[in-house]
């Protein structure tokens, strides 16, 4: 199982682009890379999920690198909404992934 | 409306009984899950079935079942063996558990209190 770390916490303001950056050095070949965000007493909802170089949909953007032993979520021009709790997934089962504690981002006015 | 149901949202339930928790997909897809949440942790991971009639174990099974006879019902059965039920319990469902569209869509939880 690829082992996950997250900051704990970030902080950022409203209208800027918060990054929040997933290291996974033991992925696998055929492992994906999926970011969920959960709010309190919901269930996650998906992100966006990426394999290789940039993906981006409308909420967000995915950056991995060329090893793919890291990648980054890109949120731009965050609100207050955005304020949630960001898991980093690395599994090609999802059986086998771990969820981790996430990162909580904190959106200040 | 796709989607994925989960009932009830509150259950109170007394030590030592048997309790099960409903979920059920509209969405076709092939796997479902059983995740656990504490306050302030992440997800753990109880079952999965990536089909229908096969589901395999997580990291924190004992004391919990569960059954996948329809493709759309993945129902999970709390034992009074689990020694600390009260929990926050979410259901999930993919297209497939592997592969480029594991990607996970969540029920809205059932919150259980064992009295």
């Known amino acids: 199982l690829a082992k996950t770390t997250q900051p704990i916490s970030m902080d950022s303001y409203e209208g800027q682009e918060v990054n929040i950056t997933c290291s996974h050095n033991?992925?696998?070949?055929?492992?994906?890379i999926t970011w969920y965000q959960q709010f309190p007493s919901q269930g996650p909802r998906f992100i966006i999920q990426?394999?290789?170089t940039k993906v981006t949909n409308e909420v967000a953007s995915l950056f991995i690198p060329a090893d793919r032993k890291s990648s980054t979520l890109s949120l731009p021009r965050v609100s207050l909404s955005d304020t949630a709790v960001y898991y980093c997934?690395?599994?090609?089962?999802?059986?086998?992934?771990?969820f981790g504690d996430g990162t909580t981002l904190t959106v200040k006015p | 409306d796709g989607g994925i149901t989960q009932s009830p949202k509150y259950l109170f339930r007394k030590e030592g009984q048997n309790v099960t928790l409903s979920c059920e997909q509209n969405?076709?897809?092939?796997?479902m899950y059983w995740y656990r949440q504490d306050p302030g942790q992440g997800l753990r991971l109880i079952y999965y079935?990536?089909?229908?009639?096969?589901?395999q174990k997580g990291d924190i099974a004992e004391g919990y079942s569960v059954s996948r006879e329809k493709k759309e019902s993945f129902p999970l059965t709390v034992t009074s063996a689990q020694k600390n039920p009260t929990a926050f319990y979410l259901c999930?469902?993919?297209?497939?558990?592997?592969?480029?569209?594991?990607?996970?869509?969540f029920g809205p939880g059932t919150r259980l209190t064992v009295l």
């Open positions: 079935s990536q089909i229908v009639n096969d589901f």
């Open positions: 997934l690395v599994a090609f089962n999802a059986g086998k992934s771990t």
């Open positions: 969405l076709n897809h092939d796997a």
């Open positions: 033991n992925i696998a070949t055929n492992d994906y």
């Open positions: 990426g394999y290789k």
């Open positions: 999930a469902s993919s297209i497939y558990a592997s592969g480029g569209h594991n990607e996970q869509f």
